[in-house]
């Protein structure tokens, strides 16, 4: 019989399974999971998987889609500092245990559990999400701003793959510095067509180099 779940009698069906997903993701290889590992982990029954999901890819498209949409990631309002704003998401992301859950949850698409399948997922979603953010228009996306896309989601990954050694050692400080806060808005703001060179050529000067921790 299989073991309930704590949040059996809380969580809706779907929102179980999607959380059973990610708990078989962080003990097995994507391609060892079946849906009867699914329904067991989540406590219902196939007929509830298969109302909610046609198959396991679309149970863990879903999944990886709403741990990317409620990340949170803002722009700076008009007449807010960039890095002040760069701040204000490292502290929403780090302080909160919830976010860093999030963290932890996507960390497992890029790393040996993970498929070419859910990467493929985990990017275009990334992409949609931050196109959606800077409110670009997908049928009008220029050479430039596709190069900065792909640019600013494999810099992500890269986090992302780093995410379990550094989550233990890392704090909100490491990543408040000026230079980590410039290079970081630019290259959002880079993509909203805000001119940033400053930013870069600040960050990127060499005079400046020993202000790098």
């Known amino acids: ?6 949040d059996s009698e809380i969580l809706p ?90 963290l932890d949850r996507l960390s497992l698409v890029t790393g040996p559990h993970g498929s070419a399948e859910l990467l493929a997922s985990l990017r275009d979603f990334s992409r949609l999400n931050l196109m959606s953010i800077l409110q670009i228009d997908p049928q009008q996306l220029d050479l430039k701003t596709d190069l900065m896309l792909d640019f600013a989601i494999g810099g992500m990954f ?16 490491d990543l408040l510095n000026d230079d980590t806060a410039a290079l970081a808005m630019s290259m959002y703001l880079s993509l909203s067509k805000t001119d940033m060179l400053g930013y870069w050529k600040r960050v990127f000067n060499p005079s400046a180099a020993p202000r790098i921790r």
């Open 1 to 6: 019989m299989a073991r309930p779940r704590r």
């Open 13 to 102: 069906a779907k929102e179980r399974m999607e959380n059973a997903f990610w708990d078989l993701l962080a003990s097995r290889e994507y391609r060892k999971i079946t849906v009867t590992d699914i329904v067991r982990e989540a406590a219902v029954n196939r007929n509830s998987f298969y109302y909610h999901f046609s198959s396991l890819p679309e149970l863990a498209d879903a999944a990886i889609l709403h741990m990317v949409e409620n990340t949170p990631v803002s722009l700076p309002q008009s007449g807010t500092d960039p890095e002040t704003a760069w701040r204000t998401n490292v502290a929403n992301v780090l302080q909160s245990p919830e976010q860093r859950e999030r």
């Open 158 to 173: 890269g986090v992302l793959r780093r995410w379990p050694e550094l989550s233990g050692r890392i704090k909100p400080e």
